[in-house]
């Protein structure tokens, strides 16, 4: 035991905590950020036992194209919510992102690239600005997002009188609407698939990257990462900008999917926030997995079509919605909170080896908590 | 654990606003027309029909459909059916009168259309002396906006002449009776109250015409057993939920297996709903009870690789555009837009003292294949969101005005 402090031993107790592959990814799979998984994958059987014909390649591989935006956004909303914040934001974004393409690209090809353009830029922006008054002038990020949400639907009312106008050129919508054609299996590829996919490895790769390491630690303890050095403000500010971004990215896949309304992308930031929730991630920040927000949005789409296929009355669709939120915060509260005060026996002894005492007395073993 | 139980109830809390929030959502979307966040799935049927059903009205609005209108067919927005007439002479009065719009909303393109074809009809009377302002407030889809507009103006508004859109039937009846214990005209278009002390009430046939024009024209082109989705926009306005009840019946009678959805006319519900409905078979019709977002139902068609269905839409140019386009069998039923012209007509009657129809029924026709390239040619270098049968023609401004949706 006096040999703890030994490097070497303490990788061996750290390779005796590691276990197997497979028992690693069991356990993840009993954490709330896993789970979602294993429920998706339910959902998912469900349909195809209701509905064999959506199992096929290419309704799946529709199905994926389809709740490619909200997965983004709710990829987006992680970032924010992981800090320790909100964006409410987000659906005010994706109808103005929306009705600044159908109102700048009209018909005109050659306009598309300078309006994407400008499209990332007002993303960025608006981002920076909700990041900037939450963290400078510590404005509840909820007002925040929520005064803005307000400002931009104002601003596309005012825009649009509330009704659509005409949709932009077909090149612009293509992006949304169009795909890799004469797959084989597939059939198609759409390519917000692509996007989406791109998207999901670019948020993967940030969240091992410093900043993800930080932007977590900003949101279970903002007071301890400012004292190890981390500039909390501009690390929120940038979450907020990603969500932004997304809503943007989730913008302009919905213009092609469905076209132009000042409809689209109302309601996006609640089923974004689920879609968040249903992940595992955890309210308040600190906890989650990017790529588990994302399996959320799935597996809330998916709840949708079997509800769909089931013939569930659409009056029942927000009611549902509602209490998926309450009853994932539960579990994840529960669940996160229980493996705190150490329900992992591995965890426990890995903690109780390091912070054991120098002078051990023999016979006890009263460390831990 | 301090903190940890803190940020427990700091996440309840969070999620208790996210459901209020998400609470004030969905309430809005009960007083709202078009563009609302009404969800998708499969609508109760049953309990609706029997509700919104009404056999007399029905049979009314049945026979309304080949009646003989009154008046010059070159200028449908002063036909109407022969019935009851109101006596106006007491209001006959000399010079420009002040007229009060309480209208529900622009937050379609229906109405917008309609809005600026109202405009140029001001602009037509202001120049004859017959109005000198219109002071209009838009309720923005809320019932109680639009009561307390009505309010202000009976007590301040220093009206002549009242011109009522309502939002609600049943809400707003009773101040729509206010206005018209002031003993100044009233004039109610598009939905109806359930009063009949308005001078005149003006609207065209109405939803049960418009649902037996549509299912009929489905009915004839399926076989029994075919399926039809119905896309309809939201719940509980009288005007839409006769359209889908009529339409309703009659594939019940015909044997035609119809699910109806409310898509609050996002397009994005609109291509999940037939996405999803592709996935589980094949659908022959697509019946709505609104054009709005029809684009969008044919594009899911298209993207799935399907047969495009036999459809009705609405006689917006989207609609019209993409019908010629892709040579759909298609019928475009019309809510008349040209009524948005009649009220102001119907106040300058009322101040020269002529009768006026105490209910005044406007012609609704819809748009057949044959005459899908006239309307078309008559309505080139309108935007999308224009309407085929928007009468303002012979208005001035035309057509830069409703080209460019100058809107007031």
């Known amino acids: 035991m006096s040999t703890i402090l030994d490097p070497a031993a303490g990788r061996e107790v750290l390779q005796h905590n590691r276990a197997g592959r497979g028992e690693r990814f069991l356990r993840g799979l009993r954490t709330p950020g896993g789970g979602v998984f294993i429920l998706l994958l339910a959902l998912l059987v469900a349909i195809i036992v209701i509905n064999p014909s959506f199992g096929e390649p290419e309704s799946l591989i529709r199905f994926i194209g389809r709740t490619a935006p909200i997965a983004i956004a709710a990829i987006g909303q992680y970032f924010v919510i992981v800090s320790g914040e909100f964006d409410l934001s987000m659906g005010s974004v994706v109808a103005m992102q929306v009705i600044v393409a159908g109102n700048l690209i009209g018909d005109d090809d050659s306009k598309v690239i300078p309006v994407l353009a400008l499209m990332f830029v007002l993303g960025a922006v608006i981002g920076l600005i909700n990041g900037l008054i939450t963290t400078l002038l510590k404005v509840p990020s909820f007002i925040v997002t929520l005064g803005m949400m307000l400002a931009l639907l104002g601003l596309v009312l005012f825009w649009t009188g509330g009704a659509a106008q005409g949709n932009p050129a077909d090149s612009f919508r293509q992006i949304g609407r169009g795909g890799i054609e004469d797959v084989p299996v597939l059939g198609i590829i759409p390519y917000p698939v692509i996007i989406l996919t791109a998207v999901a490895v670019l948020a993967f790769w940030l969240m091992r990257r410093p900043y993800g390491r930080t932007l977590m630690a900003v949101g279970d303890n903002d007071v301890a990462a400012a004292l190890t050095g981390a500039r909390v403000w501009w690390v929120r500010t940038r979450a907020f900008m990603l969500s932004s971004l997304a809503a943007t990215v989730a913008g302009i896949l919905l213009v092609g999917y469905a076209g132009v309304h000042p409809s689209v992308g109302r309601g996006y930031e609640f089923t974004a926030i689920t879609a968040v929730v249903l992940g595992g991630v955890v309210l308040g920040g600190g906890r989650g997995w990017v790529l588990s927000a994302a399996a959320g949005a799935f597996a809330l789409e998916a709840l949708f079509t079997l509800l769909n296929f089931m013939g569930v009355a659409s009056t029942w669709r927000p009611t549902v919605q509602g209490v998926i939120i309450i009853v994932a915060v539960a579990a994840a509260a529960q669940s996160w909170q229980r493996k705190r005060r150490g329900g992992s026996a591995a965890a426990q002894s890995e903690q109780q080896r390091i912070t054991a005492a120098p002078e051990p007395t023999e016979g006890t073993d009263k460390g831990g908590n | 654990m301090t903190r940890k139980r803190l940020s427990t109830a700091v996440a309840l809390t969070a999620a208790g606003s996210l459901l209020a929030m998400t609470a004030c959502t969905t309430d809005q979307s009960i007083s709202e027309d078009g563009g609302s ?372």
């Open chain 2, 37 to 408: 966040p009404a969800a998708s799935a499969p609508a109760q049927t049953e309990e609706a029909t029997t509700e919104w059903f009404d056999q007399a009205l029905y049979d009314e609005q049945f026979e309304q459909r080949t009646a003989d209108f009154e008046g010059d067919p070159e200028q449908p927005w002063l036909q109407y059916i022969a019935g009851d007439m109101t006596d106006t002479a007491d209001f006959a009065a000399e010079g420009a009168k002040k007229v009060c719009f309480a209208n529900a909303s622009i937050s379609n393109p229906w109405r917008q259309t309609g809005w600026i074809t109202m405009n140029q009809q001001l602009k037509v009377l202001q120049d004859e002396g017959v109005i000198s302002e219109m002071e209009t407030r838009d309720a923005q889809d809320d019932s109680n906006t639009q009561i307390a507009d009505i309010d202000y103006f009976i007590s301040e508004g220093n009206c002549d002449a009242f011109v009522i859109s309502p939002n609600a039937t049943a809400a707003l009846t009773p101040a729509v009776e206010r206005a018209c214990e002031t003993g100044k005209p009233v004039v109610v278009f598009d939905r109806g109250v359930e009063t009949d002390c308005a001078t005149t009430f003006i609207h065209p046939i109405g939803g049960f015409a418009w649902g037996i024009d549509t299912a009929n024209f489905l009915s004839e082109r399926l076989q029994q057993g075919d399926k039809v989705v119905a896309l309809r926009i939201l719940p509980g306005v009288d005007v839409l939920e006769q359209r889908w009840a009529a339409a309703e019946k009659i594939f019940e009678e015909k044997g035609i297996e119809a699910t109806d959805y409310f898509t609050g006319a996002d397009p994005t519900e609109i291509k999940k709903i037939i996405s999803d409905e592709l996935a589980t078979g094949d659908v022959q019709g697509v019946w709505m009870d609104a054009g709005d977002g029809a684009v969008a139902a044919i594009e899911a068609f298209e993207d799935a690789g399907k047969d495009l269905p036999v459809m009705t839409g609405e006689d917006e140019l989207s609609f019209l555009r993409k019908w010629k386009d892709t040579g759909i069998d298609a019928l475009a039923p019309v809510y008349s837009n040209f009524q948005w012209r009649t009220p102001l007509l119907a106040v300058q009657k009322i101040f020269a003292g002529e009768e006026i129809p105490a209910e005044w029924v406007l012609p609704q026709t819809p748009i057949p294949a044959e005459e899908l390239d006239d309307w078309l040619k008559r309505n080139e270098g309108m935007p999308d969101g224009h309407y085929a049968k928007f009468g303002g023609e012979d208005l001035p401004g035309y057509p830069e005005v409703w080209q460019q949706r100058q809107i007031p």
